[in-house]
């Protein structure tokens, strides 16, 4: 049961890669999912949340307006549409749940610091790369 995010590669500022976050295990449609993103030195860092219907999502600053999340529970994957991106934003993605007390949650959680909210179904992983 986890989380598998792909789709990162190398790409130029200014240009654009969606990433794809699939389930294997279990249903995605029942769960929030957060995308963070952790560069080399970095702490780990929320980018985008989205609830289980996909209604509520919200963004980081530093990404709003050029990040897009979205679902599709028909095929039990998340995506993080990613446009006008800067070196700034290489990192590894990562995408995964929160749960509280053992259970998942359904709304949005961005900060991945909330207490009493723990994060499960950690994948390995998607590197992006932004350089010229």
């Known amino acids: 049961v986890q989380l598998q995010a792909s789709g990162g590669g190398l790409v130029q500022p200014g240009g654009s890669l969606r990433l794809s976050c699939a389930a294997s295990g279990f249903t995605l449609g029942g769960y929030a999912i957060t995308w963070f993103r952790q560069a080399p030195g970095k702490e780990r860092e929320g980018l985008a949340c989205t609830s289980t219907s996909g209604d509520s999502t919200y963004y980081q600053e530093s990404v709003k307006g050029r990040f897009t999340i979205s679902r599709d529970n028909a095929r039990n994957t998340v995506y993080l549409q990613m446009n006008s991106l800067e070196p700034e934003d290489m990192a590894v993605y990562y995408c995964?749940?929160?749960?509280?007390?053992?259970?998942?949650?359904?709304?949005?959680?961005?900060?991945?610091?909330?207490?009493?909210?723990?994060?499960?179904?950690w994948g390995q992983g998607t590197l992006v790369t932004v350089s010229s």
């Open positions: 995964a749940v929160p749960f509280h007390n053992g259970t998942p949650l359904r709304f949005c959680v961005l900060d991945p610091g909330v207490a009493e909210v723990s994060w499960h179904y």
